[in-house]
């Protein structure tokens, strides 16, 4: 069974800091990677897709890579915003496609003015 | 993203009732997925759906049905509420390449 472990459970950081979000998975075997952010009381919002022949993916200030030997994935976040204050999620897909994806259970940032 | 809405945002609803809640997607993707999110728990699969009339069951399943009779449509029945039902909701959707999109979230009470 898909384990999905994020570590921290919560992280605190001025603005402008470059962070770092850690994803680990205990099955190599993914077909592939997304990465979210969730604000309170809304939907999650999906920020990086990583397919499994990929290593990263990069979006304006996000940058998602993906290490399959090791299980894990990275989330780096350049020079935070107040406005990236939020809880992040990973979530794993299994080889077949649209089966059973698997949560990780979040990042919760805080970035201070 | 993709356009999902979700009906109804918020209900209150006594145990014992039948409870349906709605989504509904404007992008013709071919999956459609019920989750619901609970404290300690994270996000959960409930049901999900690989086409039309085409469901199966996820990981949380007892207790709710799923119907989809149109690519738009995709409905998650709570035949009988329990309090333990009492979640938030999310609907998803993706196409080929599995990309997930999700809708706002019901947020259901049951008292």
């Known amino acids: 069974k898909q384990e999905v472990t994020q570590i921290p459970a919560a992280l605190s950081v001025p603005e402008g800091e470059n962070l770092v979000l850690n994803c680990s998975f205990t099955?190599?075997?993914?077909?592939?990677l997304q990465w979210f952010r969730q604000d309170p009381g809304k939907g999650l919002t999906s920020l990086l897709l990583?397919?499994?022949?990929?290593r990263e993916q990069t979006s304006g200030r996000l940058n998602a890579s993906l290490d399959k030997s090791s299980g894990r994935s990275t989330l780096y976040i350049a020079a935070s915003q107040p406005g990236d204050s939020a809880t992040y999620l990973c979530?794993?897909?299994?080889?077949?496609?649209?089966?059973?994806?698997?949560f990780g259970t979040g990042t919760k940032l805080q970035v201070i003015p | 993203d993709a356009g999902i809405t979700q009906s109804p945002r918020h209900k209150v609803t006594e145990t014992g009732t039948p409870v349906t809640l709605r989504c509904h997607q404007t992008?013709?993707?071919?999956?459609m997925y019920w989750y619901r999110q609970d404290p300690g728990h994270g996000l959960r699969l409930i049901h999900y759906?690989?086409?039309?009339?085409?469901?199966d069951k996820g990981e949380v399943s007892d207790g709710y049905s799923v119907s989809r009779s149109k690519t738009e449509d995709f409905l998650l029945t709570l035949e009988s509420a329990t309090s333990s039902q009492t979640s938030v909701y999310f609907c998803?959707?993706?196409?080929?390449?599995?990309?997930?999109?999700f809708g706002p979230g019901t947020r259901l009470t049951v008292t």
């Open positions: 992008e013709n993707h071919r999956y």
């Open positions: 990583i397919q499994s022949s990929q």
């Open positions: 998803a959707t993706s196409s080929g390449n599995y990309e997930q999109y």
């Open positions: 979530a794993v897909r299994p080889p077949g496609g649209y089966q059973k994806v698997t």
């Open positions: 759906s690989y086409g039309v009339k085409d469901t």
């Open positions: 099955d190599s075997a993914i077909y592939n």
